[in-house]
C-alpha cells in the first residue's frame, strides 16, 4: 500500500503548482484525504483535508481561498491546487489517508502517508 506525492517544485511568490498524490495497493475511495506540511524547524501541519465520496473540503485558515483539494476517485488520487504561493507556503507536503475518522485535522488520525514532495516559493 503506497501513496505517491509528486508535483513540488520552485516558484516565485504569487505562482501556482499542483501536487498529485496517487494511492496504490487499496482503494482509497472510502477514506478522508488529508495534506499536512511541515517547514524546516517547525511542527507537521495540517493544510487541508477532503472526505470520502461526498469530496466535502476543510481547510486551514492559512491557505482558505487560495488552495484547492480535490479528488478523482476513479483515479485513486487526490489533487491540492495552490494558487497565490507565498513564501511562507515553503515546505515539504505530504499526503496522507484516514481510514477511520469522519474528518480530522490531527496527523495522528492518519494512517497511511506519502513520502513528500518539496515546495520552495521564492520571494
Known amino acids: 500500500v503506497q501513496l505517491q506525492a509528486s508535483g513540488g517544485g520552485l516558484v516565485q511568490a504569487g505562482g501556482s503548482l499542483r501536487l498529485s498524490c496517487a494511492g496504490s495497493?487499496?482503494?482509497?475511495?472510502?477514506?478522508?484525504m488529508g495534506w499536512f506540511r511541515q517547514a524546516p524547524g517547525k511542527e507537521r501541519e495540517f493544510v487541508t483535508a477532503?472526505?470520502?465520496?461526498?469530496?466535502?473540503?476543510y481547510y486551514a485558515d492559512s491557505v482558505k481561498g487560495r488552495f484547492t483539494v480535490f479528488r478523482n476517485n476513479a483515479k485513486n488520487t487526490v489533487y491540492l491546487q495552490m494558487f497565490s504561493l507565498k513564501p511562507e507556503d515553503t515546505a515539504v507536503y505530504y499526503c496522507?489517508?484516514?481510514?477511520?475518522?469522519?474528518?480530522?485535522?490531527?496527523?495522528?488520525?492518519?494512517?497511511?502517508w506519502g513520502q513528500g514532495t518539496q515546495v520552495t516559493v521564492s520571494s
Open positions: 496522507a489517508a484516514d481510514t477511520s475518522s469522519d474528518y480530522s485535522r490531527l496527523a495522528g488520525s492518519y494512517d497511511y
Open positions: 495497493g487499496r482503494t482509497f475511495s472510502n477514506d478522508i
Open positions: 477532503i472526505t470520502r465520496r461526498s469530496s466535502v473540503p
